[in-house]
């Protein structure tokens, strides 16, 4: 039983009692009308009432006083806490809430009646991971109905790919709360992150539980030094994995080979095995060579190129989110010129310097990208913002930006 039940039990059972008191005492009176009412019966004398008794009464009438003084002293002393410890309360209540609705199979927190699943996309600690996604072709002979789904026209048939989810545990430093508030609302449209919030008339969810989530991102974001020193690991790391992707499909493109030699040098070999053999064998180096290009192309990029397929491309390149999971896919149709335009603007051709000319264009750009504007301000020469394009100051050091910004000059 919770204190607050006992103490409402408590004044129950007290409340019950004076009633039980006052009827009894009205009752009494009823059923036997002749005896003295209690208020007409003689009292003690003055002499007897103004001795000890009424020391008594005064001591007593003291006595509560002081008990009345401290707790109000200690109520006066403890009120200006009270707030802050019931908002902390309110916030912890909020952020286990969050932590329910995030939470997967995986998690501690799961829960099959309200659980929404996000860690299967972003992760069990939020920390990024990847969904898949099915893209329709977009060329014109493939929005033909008949065309659709047709196993005739394997160019048309939808595709799977593995989509980035980002890393939630930087999210809060680079939105602010508004941001997130609608990136959980209505999802993103066009990408697998769904919509959320009955708001978006297309989700479940009220605004206390998108708040709950938002309040729960929030509890998870790293500190803005540890994601700035992480920032400079992952641009190693990039290059590494570059690397480290060409060796792997080296070796199997390889071995692909050698057991074509082999094969082709044992007359015991059927004419379906050679040709699966060389079919793998011709597949391999195909993405062999792709991944030469890829890895190529990164060894060429500044570390601000790095550090912009790092944080930017994913919304201002089209595909990023996928071919970066995927580089050496031979199935996947070529990436676009990087920064050429998504869900954010083309920032290629020039038009960031159109955009941020001179100098002082120079210096614009870096508040826009480290601070951004409030929601419809003003941003360069022509840019209203939507409110839509996170900021940086708190994921990235001042070098990194600039480093960013000199490469997205360059486009
Ligand atoms: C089906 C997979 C999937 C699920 C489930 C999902 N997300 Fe996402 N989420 C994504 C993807 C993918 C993106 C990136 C979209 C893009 O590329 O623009 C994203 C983006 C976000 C972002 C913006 C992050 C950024 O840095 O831009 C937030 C915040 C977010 N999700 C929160 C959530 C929350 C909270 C939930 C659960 C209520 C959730 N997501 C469930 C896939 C998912
Ligand atoms: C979550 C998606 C997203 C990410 C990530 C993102 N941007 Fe943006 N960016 C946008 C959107 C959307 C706009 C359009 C402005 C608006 O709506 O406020 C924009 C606008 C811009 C502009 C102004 C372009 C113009 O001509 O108006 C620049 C410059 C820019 N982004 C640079 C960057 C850089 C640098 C990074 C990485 C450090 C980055 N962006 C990461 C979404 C994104």
């Known amino acids: 039983m919770s204190f ?7 004044n129950v059972l007290v409340i019950g009692g004076l009633l039980g008191v006052v009827f009894w005492r009205v009752f009494s009176l009823r059923r036997s009308p002749e005896s003295t009412p209690a208020n007409l019966t003689p009292f003690l004398e003055d002499e007897a009432l103004e001795g000890r008794r009424l020391e008594r009464v005064l001591g007593w009438t003291l006595l509560f006083s002081v008990v009345m003084i401290l707790s109000l002293l200690a109520y ?7 707030q802050p410890i019931m908002e902390d309360g309110f916030l ?8 329910v609705l995030f939470a997967n199979k ?26 898949i996604q099915t893209l329709q072709p977009e060329a014109d002979e493939c929005q033909l109905k008949k065309n659709k789904n047709n196993p005739d026209v394997p160019e048309c048939a939808p595709q799977q790919v593995q989509w980035t989810a980002p890393n939630l545990t930087l999210a809060p430093l680079r939105y602010k709360r508004a941001q997130l508030i609608d ?80 094969a082709q040098a044992d007359p015991a070999t059927s004419a379906d095995d050679l040709d699966g053999l060389q079919s793998d064998a011709d597949r391999l180096a195909a993405e062999l060579a792709l991944a030469i290009t890829y890895r190529d ?53 020039g038009s960031v310097l159109l955009q941020f ?10 508040t ?44």
């Open 183 to 262: 990136i959980v609302t209505y999802g993103r449209e066009g990408t697998p992150m769904p919509a959320w919030g009955v708001k978006s008339g297309k989700g479940p969810k009220n605004v206390q539980s998108i708040n709950d989530l938002v309040n729960y991102l929030q509890s998870i974001k790293v500190t803005s030094d540890e994601a700035m020193k992480n920032a400079e690991t992952a641009v190693d790391d990039y290059r590494k994995s570059a690397d480290a992707l060409v060796k792997g499909l080296q070796d199997e493109s390889d071995k692909a080979a050698a057991a074509l030699l082999e």
């Open 92 to 99: 912890e209540r909020s952020v286990d809430r969050g932590a």
């Open 106 to 131: 995986a998690s501690e927190h799961y829960n099959s009646e309200f659980s929404l699943l996000c860690a299967d996309c972003h992760g069990v600690d939020g920390t990024g991971g990847v969904a």
């Open 4 to 10: 607050r039940l006992t103490l409402i039990l408590l």
């Open 357 to 366: 000319p001179g100098k002082v264009g120079q210096q614009n750009q870096t």
């Open 297 to 349: 192309d990164v060894e060429a990029l500044t570390d601000g190129g790095v550090l912009f397929r790092l944080n930017c491309a994913r919304c201002h390149t089209k595909g990023w989110s996928y071919y970066e999971n995927d580089p050496a896919n031979i199935d996947m149709a070529p990436l676009p010129a990087m920064g050429s335009g998504a869900y954010g603007p083309n920032l290629t051709n």
């Open 368 to 411: 826009w990208v480290t601070d951004g504007v409030p929601e419809q301000g003003v941003y360069g020469v022509r840019g209203i913002s939507s409110g839509r394009m996170p900021h940086f100051g708190k994921v990235l050091t001042k070098e990194q930006i600039a480093a960013i910004i000199e490469y997205e000059r360059s486009l």
């Open 76 to 82: 006066f002393l403890w009120e200006p806490f009270r």
